[in-house]
């Protein structure tokens, strides 16, 4: 009979976790821009709009923002 293998945990490298945080960065912004042209299908204006920069005091940071929406009146000159 077969010995069966021992499995046991291996901590990923540091830079595993650097790249998950990039890689999740890069779905949600790709989400937003998708939600952005659906809005603007939809007949909306959408601006994304910096409110404020996230530090970690080590010298990282990051840009926060907020969406301003504009909806299109319906043209009322008929």
Excluded: C, K, Y
Aim: charged share 25%; proline share 5%.
């Amino acid at each position: 009979m077969t010995a069966q293998p021992e499995f046991r945990r291996v901590d990923l490298p540091e830079n595993a976790q650097i790249d998950r945080a990039i890689h999740r960065v890069a779905e949600a912004t790709h989400r937003l821009n998708e939600a952005v042209q659906r809005a603007v299908a939809a007949g909306v204006s959408v601006e994304l709009v910096r409110v404020s920069r996230h530090h970690d005091g080590t010298g990282h940071w990051g840009d926060q923002v907020v969406p301003t929406i504009r909806a299109t009146m319906p043209d009322q000159s008929a």
